[in-house]
Every structure is written in C-alpha cells, then in structure tokens.
C-alpha cells in the first residue's frame, strides 16, 4: 500500500516547514510547491491525492490554480484545502467558488489542519 | 400745367377761403349789376320823361310865340320868337311851318337844305325821333293857333283850353317844331352808368376784401390749427396758437391750445418715464454686467476651490486607502510570522516535537494565548481601517440566528469554562432565517460576548435573542463590574475604553465596541448599553430581520 500523497503549494518556508513538521509523524507524503506553475507541473506529474492550496501566491493566484485543477480531469474530484490569509477577508467565499472543498484560515490551529486533512483522506483505507 | 400748380389751383377752390369767396361774390355782384340797370333804366325813364315835357313846354310855347309872325308871315316876328326857344342849350334846331306846311322860318344847326316840309297832322301836339345828319334828335310838333275863326266841333288841346261852346274860333295856321339833341341826355345816362359801374367795382372790391380779411380770420387759426396737429404728428409739442378772438374759433384755438398742454405734459411724462427707464434699464444692465462679471470672479474662485477641494479629497481619498492599503498589507505580512509563531508553539505544546516538561508547558501556553490575543487586535484594526476607508462590504445571504449564538457559544465555552463563569444562551424555538452578513453579525456577538466575560470575575453570561416587529434583538448580560453612564456614552467611540486601569487588567484596545457598531449600522441597526456599577451590564444591538438591499459603510 503506497502512502497518499498530499501537495502543499505555499510561497512562505516558514509556513511550509510546518505543515512539513506536521506531517513527518504521518504515513502521509508531502510534495512541496513556491508557486502556481509549479504547482501545475507536480500535480500532473504527480497526480497527489489532496491538495493543500494557498490563496495568496505571487503571479498565479491560488484562486486560479484551483479553477484550472478543477477543468482538468485527473484533478476534477481531488480534495482541494484552501488556506485563506484571513477568515473574514472573503477570501474563502471566492475559493469555495473557484472549487476548493474546505477552507482553513490563517493563521491556522496545526492541530485543526491536521484533523481536516485525514477527514478529508483517511491515512489509511 | 403742372401737377403741383394743378393741386394749388384745385385746393385754391376747394379751400374754405374759396368756397366762402364763390359763395358770396355772385350773389353781390348780380346784386348790384341788377341794382345798376334798375338805377340806370329809370334814371332813362325820368330823364327822357322830363325831357319830353320840356320839350313839349317848348314847342308850345314856340306855337303862342309865333302867333302873330305865323299870320303874318314875318320872318322877323318869327326869328324873334324862335331866339327865345333858342337860348335854351338842349335846342338844337326849331322851324316854323305855315298851314300848307311850308318852312316859314327856321332856325339852329339847321341848314336850309335839311329844313323837311310841315307835319301833316300838324293841328295836333306830336313827339317823335329822328335821325338828320347822322344825329339823333327828338322832336316836339305843336300847332300854332289862330283865335280869329271859331269851329266848334274842332278839339282844343293844349294849354289854352277853352271851355266848350266857347263863343272864340280857334284856327290852326302852322306849326312849330323844336329839335332837342339826345346827346345830353345819353351823356347823363352814360355818366351814371359809369357811376354806377365804378360804385359796383369799387363795392365788388371792397367786399372781396373785406371777406378776405373775414375768411382769413377764420382760415388762419384753422390753418395754424392744420399746421400744429402736423407738427403735433411729427413730435413738436411747443408751439401755441396766439388766440385773438373769443368766437368758436377761439375756443377751438383755446380748446387746442390746451390740448397740445396736456399732450406736451403727457408727452412730457411719458418721455421722463421712458428715460427713467431707459436709465434704468441701462442702469439694470450695468449691474447686470457688473454682477455677471461679479460672479465670474467669485464662480472661477469657487471653481478653483472646488478644484483645490475635490483634489484634496482625491488625495486624502488615496492617503486613506493608502493608509487601508498599508494596514491590509501589514496585517497580511503579520500574519504570517503569527501563523509561524503559533503553528511551532502549538506543535511544541502537542509534543510533535517530543515530550515537554510541565514547566515549560506553562510559558509555551502563555506564548500560545497572547498569540491569539494579538491575532484578534490586528484582525480588529484591519477591520476598523476598512470601514473607514469604505471598503468595507456586508456579504448578503440567509443565516440561520441560531447558528451565529451556537458559533459565539462554541468558541468563548473554553473561556467561560476556565474563569468558571455561567455561560448561558437562549433562542426562541422556531426563529426564521435572517437576512444579511451573518459572519459579520457573529463577529459583533462575540465581540459583545467576549468583552462581558473578560470584565466578569464571578457569576454569569448570558445571550439572549428575540424577535419584534420584524426586528431582532441581541442581548448579552453579565454580573461584571459595570459601568457608569458617562462612560457608556463614550464606549462605542473608536479606542474608548471606560478607564484606562480596567484596560490594564482586563485588556483589550476598545476596537471591538467601535466595529460591533459600524457593523450594526451598515445593517440599518443600532446598539445601546445599559448598566449598574457593581451589578453589571447589559449590551444590547437590534437588527432588521431581513436587512434591504446592500449596504456599506
């Protein structure tokens, strides 16, 4: 059984060597992306089974990511979390409607994102 | 003849003057031509009338003169008798005839070749004219009676009239003629006609005149008349008729004269009143002018201003969302290090990165909730900035109440639970869904919320929803410390908190009050506070059930 794998597309080291940390303790495989296009290249390379998006990155928005992951269809139904900068911003009004599953505002409860994560894709089957 | 002596000649008899002229002057002059050859006819009459007699006077007494020469034949007794007839100057001739009409004696301008033969009806007294010579002559016959032989069937005439059956004889033995010249008598008839012709000029002309004179006293005034209603026509209103008589002409002058007073004066009136208003109109325009150019000035300033202004604004507008701009940013790029800060602290709190002692679980606590503290106070001054900037918008949509007093409960129950507070909440049991941001509204409760559990040491907390005529009321009661009336007054001003001691103990900026009402406002609400120092307060906000339409700040 081949562990899930989950993509974490974040511009800030800081907050990606949390989520990072989070995750070493889990079955979880955790691939890392700075910015959108990047982010584009590992999905269709890779193909993760959840997808952790933040909305405010630098050139493509997070918001347009999830609208271009979701008009594809190797990444139609693929859980999608959205990290808004600020829960009152409005900024998870546009990621619902962009397609994202869930939203986490932040700054985020580690402890919160974690439980999300493994309602959203149970570590093991 | 030309058209304007035509005209003057034509209105030379339809003037007045003329028409008066031609009325009058035949009527005197038939008058007197017919005065003239009356005189002159029975002068005629009388004159040739005396004449007659005289010559008949004459020729008798010629007849008794030669009485004696006649008989005798004479001629010296005749030319005696005759020189007597023939100093009378109307004589011109006399002759003698004897009874077989032969000229016995003749005498006068009369040649004895023209001497004609005696009358056959001699025996009586006889006038006839004739013409010897060229000249006109009248002649007086009258028979020369003899008393010698008496007849008494013969007639006497004459003056020697004898009464009939006269004894005496009277014979008729010749006559005697007397010739008078007519020349004397036409000459005074001649003479008078002259006369009388020279009376009738002379009366003709000195009438004329005088109707001249009479015509042009009353023509003169009607034409002065005529001449001023022109020049009353063209505007000359100061000429005065010089009035002479007191007839109707007069009083027509009068009448006029005062009529062109009044006319000037109205004329007068009326041309100060159009040259007051043309001054006025002037003078209006002036200020018109005056005015316009008055209010050029003053629009280009208040345009400059308005300019000023409205650039001022623009910029104040761009430095307030600036200001908005810089905060978002700067509460964005603090966010990151906070989630940083307390993602690491809480992961060393849930021992990810191995166990933790309980002496440094309680700092690492500490860390985690002034952490949170400060997330709240910069996500209030974002807030905050927002709405002043005005960018702050209500995300319309259904909300169910309950949902928003569950979601207050669900994140202060920890709180409530650690000060060992009561926390209590009560909503009507079927309560229909509300309209309008209900994150937002939720925001404001939990604001409300959060400040009452912060200033209760011991007691309660309660949250209370009901619905009104259509309005819904948050209410939200502690057993705090209270507050004073002053002070509630201030509290929903921005950074006001009722004493800056309670600040110190219980913390908090004061924001929250501040955005509790703007969001309440933006929701066509309003929020009140009522307290007791000691008791405590109760903070209340009262919304539309369903709000209208979109509302910012």
């Known amino acids: ?125 | 003849m030309t058209e304007p002596a035509r005209l003057t000649w034509f209105r030379g008899f339809s003037s007045f003057r003329a028409r008066v002229f031609w009325s009058v002057v035949p009527i005197v002059v038939s008058f007197l031509v017919f005065q003239g050859w009356m005189n002159v006819r029975e002068h005629r009459r009388l004159v040739t009338e005396e004449f007659e007699k005289r010559g008949q006077a004459l020729a008798s007494n010629l007849g008794y003169a030669s009485e004696l020469g006649a008989l005798s034949e004479d001629l010296q007794l005749l030319e005696a008798a005759m020189r007597g007839t023939l100093r009378n100057p109307d004589v011109s001739y006399v002759l003698i005839h004897s009874r077989d009409r032969r000229v016995l004696a003749r005498g006068g301008q009369l040649k004895a070749s023209e001497a004609p033969p005696g009358d056959a009806r001699g025996d009586r007294p006889s006038t006839r004219q004739v013409e010897r010579a060229g000249q006109r002559f009248f002649e007086f016959v009258s028979p020369i009676v003899s008393e010698r032989s008496q007849t008494p069937d013969v007639v006497l005439l004459g003056p020697r009239v004898r009464p009939r059956g006269a004894e005496e004889m009277e014979e008729v033995i010749g006559t005697a003629t007397v010739g008078l010249s007519l020349a004397g008598v036409e000459a005074q008839v001649r003479g008078l006609a002259t006369l009388w012709s020279g009376i009738t000029v002379a009366f003709l002309v000195v009438s004329a005149a005088v109707l001249y004179g009479f015509s042009l006293r009353i023509t003169n005034p009607v034409k002065q008349l005529t001449q001023q209603a022109q020049k009353i026509a063209t505007g000359e209103l100061d000429q005065q008729i010089a009035v002479r008589s007191r007839d109707e002409i007069g009083a027509l002058a009068d009448a006029f004269n005062h009529m062109t007073r009044s006319l000037r004066v109205s004329m007068n009136d009326k041309e100060r009143a159009l040259s007051e208003l043309g001054e006025l109109n002037r003078t209006l325009e002036d200020r018109i002018r005056q005015r316009t150019v008055e209010l050029e000035v003053r629009g280009q300033a208040l345009e400059r201003s308005l300019t000023e202004l409205e650039d001022k604004s623009r910029q104040l507008a761009a430095a307030s969302r600036h200001k908005s701009d810089f905060l978002a940013n700067v509460s964005h790029e603090l966010r990151t290090p906070m989630n940083a800060i307390l993602g690491f602290n809480e992961m060393i709190l849930d021992q990810v990165y191995g166990e933790i002692s309980d002496e440094l679980r309680r700092p690492l606590t500490d860390i985690q909730q002034s952490g949170q503290h400060l997330l709240r106070l910069i996500s209030d001054v974002l807030d905050l900035s927002k709405i002043e900037a005005g960018r702050m918008d209500l995300v319309l949509g259904d909300y169910a109440v309950l949902d928003t007093v569950t979601a207050v409960r669900a994140s202060l129950a920890s709180l409530a639970a650690e000060k060992g507070l009561e926390f209590v909440v009560s909503v009507p049991a079927e309560m229909p869904l509300a309209y309008g941001d209900g994150r937002r509204v939720t925001q404001c409760l939990l604001n409300l919320a959060g400040n009452a559990l912060k200033f209760t040491r011991q007691g309660r907390v309660e949250i209370a929803v009901d619905l009104l005529d259509e309005m819904l009321r948050f209410r939200v009661s502690d057993t705090g410390i209270g507050i004073s009336g002053e002070q509630i007054d201030k509290l929903f001003t921005e950074f006001q908190q009722a004493d800056a001691t309670i600040a110190r103990e219980f913390g908090g900026t004061g924001l929250g009050l501040s955005i509790t009402r703007k969001f309440v406002e933006m929701h066509a609400g309003h929020v009140w506070a009522e307290s007791e120092i000691g008791k405590g307060s109760t903070f209340s906000f009262s919304i539309p059930l369903r709000m209208k339409g979109t509302m910012t700040s």
Do not use: C, H, W
């Open chain 1, 1 to 125: 059984m081949s562990p899930k794998t989950i993509l974490y597309v974040e511009d800030n080291e800081l907050n990606r060597r949390i989520v990072r940390d989070l995750l070493k303790r889990t079955s979880y495989r955790l691939l890392e992306a700075p910015d959108g296009e990047t982010s584009l290249d590992i999905v269709r390379r890779e193909r993760p089974d959840l997808i952790l998006m933040d909305i405010q990155l630098p050139r493509l928005s997070g918001i347009e990511v999830t609208r271009t992951l979701r008009s594809e269809p190797i990444t139609a139904n693929t859980p999608i979390i959205a990290i808004t900068s600020f829960a009152l911003s409005g900024d998870e009004q546009r990621a619902k409607e962009a397609g994202a599953t869930a939203y986490m505002a932040k700054p985020y409860s580690p402890r919160d994102l974690l439980a999300l994560i493994r309602k959203l894709l149970p570590e093991s089957d």
